[in-house]
C-alpha cells in the first residue's frame, strides 16, 4: 500500500487533552495529515478494536491510513492498514507474514544498534527518535538532535537507499522544517497536535512548515 509520511499523527487516548479520538483523527486528517496511528496502551483490547475500528471508518473515506502502535491483532481485527512496531514488540518479518504484503509496518529506531538491525525486508520505513526533548513518551536515550537525526538516517539509507523515514519527539510547527532539512521524509506528532486549541489549524501549520522546507531544498 502507498503511503506519505509527511505529516504523521498519533492518537493516544491517554494523551488526547479531552477531545474524542475520533474526533481528533479527523481533525486531524481535515487539517493535512497523511498517516495516523493508534497508540492505546491502556491494554484492555476489546476497547482497543472497538476504537481502531472506530477510527478506520472515520479515515477510510478520507484516504488516510490508520496504523496500529505495537498490537498486530488489534490491527488484524479492526482492519486496520497496518502495524507500528516497537522493540519489544512482534517482530516485523511476523508481523509480514499475518498482515501480508500490502500492510504498512512501521518500526521505532532509538539507537545505532536498532539502526543496524532493522530488517529491511519486513518494514516500509523507520521512525526515528527521539529528536527532542518531549513529555508525550519516556525516552531513556538523550535526544539526537538533528545533527543526530542526520546522521541516524544518512545510516539507515547506506543501507538502503530511500529508505522512508519519519522523526518523532519534540516536533511541532516551529521546528518541523528544520527536520525535513535534516533528511526525514515527514515528521510524527503527539502533543503539538492534542494540546492545539484547534488541532486542524495545528496539524495544517505543520504542513506547510514541511512544504516549504521541502521547496527550499
Do not use: W
Request: charged share 20%.
Amino acid at each position: 500500500m502507498r503511503f506519505d509520511l509527511s505529516v504523521y499523527v498519533l492518537i493516544d487516548p491517554d494523551q488526547a487533552c479531552g477531545h474524542d479520538p475520533v474526533a481528533l483523527a479527523r481533525a486531524a486528517a481535515a487539517g493535512g495529515a497523511t498517516l495516523i496511528q493508534l497508540r492505546d496502551k491502556r491494554g484492555a483490547i476489546r476497547p482497543a478494536i472497538e476504537l481502531a475500528r472506530a477510527l478506520t471508518a472515520a479515515l477510510a473515506p478520507l484516504g488516510v491510513p490508520l496504523l496500529v502502535n505495537d498490537r498486530v491483532d488489534v490491527a488484524m481485527a479492526a482492519g486496520a492498514d497496518g502495524v507500528h512496531l516497537g522493540q519489544d514488540d512482534m517482530d516485523p518479518a511476523t508481523a509480514r507474514r499475518l498482515l501480508g504484503p500490502r500492510a504498512i509496518i512501521g518500526q521505532s529506531v532509538k539507537t545505532a544498534a536498532h539502526a543496524a538491525a532493522l530488517p529491511l525486508g519486513a518494514v516500509d520505513y523507520a521512525a526515528v527518535g527521539g529528536v527532542f526533548a518531549t513529555l508525550s513518551k519516556h525516552n531513556p536515550e538523550p535526544p539526537l538532535g538533528l545533527a543526530g537525526l542526520a546522521e541516524r538516517i544518512a545510516g539507515l539509507r547506506a543501507r538502503k537507499a530511500g529508505l522512508p523515514v519519519v522523526a518523532i519527539a519534540g516536533i511541532d510547527a516551529a521546528n518541523a522544517g528544520d527536520v525535513i532539512r535534516a533528511g526525514a521524509d515527514g515528521v510524527a506528532v503527539i502533543s503539538a497536535v492534542a494540546k492545539a486549541a484547534d488541532p486542524a489549524v495545528a496539524v495544517a501549520a505543520i504542513r506547510r512548515a514541511i512544504e516549504e522546507a521541502r521547496g527550499a531544498r
